[in-house]
Every structure is written in C-alpha cells, then in structure tokens.
C-alpha cells in the first residue's frame, strides 16, 4: 500500500508516506497558527521525498478531529481537494485515536489508554481505548472536574490508565485528587502523521468501504464551560 498522511488539527503539523511495509518519507513542524501556510508545501516536499506521485497512492488519510477547529478545517480541505484532484480514496481519523495508536506496547500493557487533548478554558477532548487499540465508549468533551464521573460513565469503573496527549497533564492532577491509578506515556503529546500512516497501513483499511470524511468538533466555537 501507498498511503500520503496528513495532520495539522493540533499545534502542530505533520505529513508522512507509507509505502511497502514502512514510512518512507516525513515532516513536522508546530504551527503555531500557520497550518494553511505551511501544510501544502510540506505535502510537496515529503511526496517528492518519497518520490511518489498523487496518481500512485491508493489512500489519503487526514485528521478529522477533534483540535483546533481551524486546524481541522485546513486539513480535512486540503486532503479532500487533494484526494478529489487525484481520484483517490480519502479516510479519516481521530486525533484521539491518532494518540491512542502511539504508545509503545510496554507502556500500554495492562492498562487502559486515555487519549486526551488539552481543550483550554480547563476542559479537555477524550476517549478511553483499550489496550489492544479498540474504542471503549464515544469520545467526549468534559470540564476536568468532571472527568472521573466521564470516565466511570465510559468504562463502568475507572481502570488503570496511560495518559497520552496534551490533556495529560490536566487529567493527571485530577486523577491525582481522587487516587486513581496512571502512568503518563512518553509518546508526542500531538498527532503525528508517521504513526496515521502506520496506523492506516496496519489495519488493512478496505478502500472498497471507505466513508464520507466529516470534522469531528465535540463542541461549538465560542461556548461556555461543560458540565
């Protein structure tokens, strides 16, 4: 498979290419605002890299959210018009999901992942996930105090979890008030197009049943604190 990844719904922005059993070319850089300046070239540079052309790949694979919504916005357009130009499928994935696949399997033994992305104003973006990578319940958004009734709500009881992403922080010292049990993953506290890309590949994704991609938001621009 030959798969181009993209990723700029976070502070940063990334793009990688699969091909054959491996990313062969890739890119980061944090954005700091600037994705819809500096996606496109990007994708130009790791393609050239590659030494892939658009008409070769067989899928696209672009964040959909949840993150920045401009973010989202830039790239959900930039990989739909691409895959439009090129006649190529396009999939989405989440950015909690995204997180979810980059721990490595010793930090995630035994353990359920939290997949959490700092969403300001003391809320945050999150699904739990089991080891093995399935979804355990919807992903969410919640004010941090009331993460743990969130999590009991999605698991039945709060297991012992490994945080990952730029929530984790947030999460922990919640956690830390009511004694819960969790270790902190090493990995990128963002998405990275490198681990979609291998995440996309790994899976086997049938392109025979590729869906419509949509963003992901969780919640309106501009709204008050959830409860």
């Known amino acids: 498979m030959k798969l181009l990844a993209l990723d700029a719904a976070t502070t ?3 793009v990688a290419c699969w091909s054959g059993d491996s990313v062969i070319a890739g890119r980061e850089e944090f954005a700091s605002r600037r994705q819809a300046e500096i996606l496109m070239p990007m994708v130009k540079t ?10 070769s790949l067989d899928l696209i694979a672009v964040t959909n959210g949840p993150g920045s919504f401009t973010g989202v916005r830039i790239g959900l357009a930039t990989a739909r018009g691409l895959a439009l130009a090129s006649n190529v499928p396009l999939v989405g994935i989440t950015t909690l999901e995204a997180l979810a696949a980059a ?31 399935e979804a355990v319940g919807a992903p969410f958004a919640s004010a941090s105090k009331s993460l743990p009734d969130r999590l009991t ?22 956690l830390d008030n009511c004694g819960q049990d969790y270790l902190k993953s090493a990995s990128p506290p963002h998405p990275q197009a490198a681990t979609i890309a291998t995440h996309i590949a790994g899976r086997g994704h049938d392109i025979a049943v590729v869906e419509p ?11 008050g604190p959830i409860k």
């Open 46 to 55: 790791v393609m050239g890299e590659a030494d892939l052309d658009f008409a």
């Open 12 to 14: 940063a922005c990334s």
């Open 103 to 133: 721990p490595t399997p010793d930090e995630r033994r035994g353990r359920v992942i939290f997949a959490t992305l700092d969403a300001r104003r003391d809320q945050l973006y999150g699904q739990l996930f089991q080891e093995d990578g």
């Open 153 to 174: 709500q999605a698991s039945g009881q709060i297991p012992p979890l490994l945080l990952v992403g730029s929530g984790a922080d947030i999460a922990a010292k919640t």
């Open 213 to 223: 991609v949509a963003p992901l938001y969780l919640r309106d621009p501009g709204v």
